[in-house]
T-cell receptor
Framework: DAKTTQPPSMDCAEGRAANLPCNHS???????VYWYRQIHSQGPQYIIH???NNETNEMASLIITEDRKSSTLILPHATLRDTAVYYC???????????FGTGTSLTVIP | GAVVSQHPSRVICKSGTSVKIECRSL??????MFWYRQFPKKSLMLMAT?????????EQGVEKDKFLINHASLTLSTLTVTSAHPEDSSFYIC?????????????FGEGSRLTVL
């Protein structure tokens, strides 16, 4: 699986958009970009995933660059409950294992 | 949405005893389940892939005799930490992939915190 690089930590003001970057410069053509988050002492929660088109759901938006070497997860209006560690993972859609990197610890500030 | 449940959520045991953790997919069948371990302030580390009806596949460095995995049905996988020691204290998390897979996403349990005294 392609390796991902994320900043270790970020802060965001409550109500503002949180933009979390992820670099995956060695991504293969059949690998999807997945985002999960983990709130303290809980299991990871699925957020969104995509291949090459931008994606949006009720939780977030995923922007993937045209060369697919990086992506950004956008939480449009961050709340205090969005404070968590956010993991960017790349893997084939039919592949099995998810390998987690170190993630970004997002703190939403009142 | 799909739900994966783990039991127990917390367990404390004495050194040398064995502890079993259950992982159930509540509203879908899962041919494949995965077990992770997470130490404080660290990321999730994949331990093994649990396949229904066959032997689990362990990641490099994970002792298969120490961490026994059984996946006897399409909705249940168990992880048994044998002869537990304090260094086995950790947060254990399971995940499952829906069968047949439609989106490829994994669904995670709530985690089980093991403390070995």
């Amino acid at each position: 699986d392609a390796k991902t690089t994320q900043p270790p930590s970020m802060d965001c003001a409550e109500g503002r958009a949180a933009n979390l970057p992820c670099n995956h410069s060695t991504i293969s053509g059949n690998e999807y970009v997945y985002w999960y988050r983990q709130i303290h002492s809980q299991g990871p929660q699925y957020i969104i995933h995509g291949l090459k088109n931008n994606e949006t759901n009720e939780m977030a938006s995923l922007i993937i660059t045209e060369d697919r070497k990086s992506s950004t997860l956008i939480l449009p209006h961050a709340t205090l409950r969005d404070t968590a560690v956010y993991y960017c993972i790349v893997r084939p859609n039919t592949g099995n294992q998810f390998y987690f990197g170190t993630g970004t610890s997002l703190t939403v500030i009142p | 949405g799909a739900v994966v449940s783990q039991h127990p959520s917390r367990v404390i045991c004495k050194s040398g005893t064995s502890v079993k953790i259950e992982c159930r997919s509540l509203d879908f069948q899962a041919t494949t389940m995965f077990w992770y371990r997470q130490f404080p302030k660290k990321s999730l580390m994949l331990m093994a892939t649990s396949n229904e009806g066959s032997k689990a596949t362990y990641e490099q460095g994970v002792e298969k005799d120490k961490f026994l995995i059984n996946h006897a049905s399409l909705t249940l996988s168990t992880l048994t930490v044998t002869s537990a020691h304090p260094e086995d204290s950790s947060f254990y998390i399971c995940s499952a992939r829906r069968t047949p897979a439609n989106t490829g996403e994994l669904f995670f349990g709530e985690g089980s915190r093991l403390t070995v005294l």
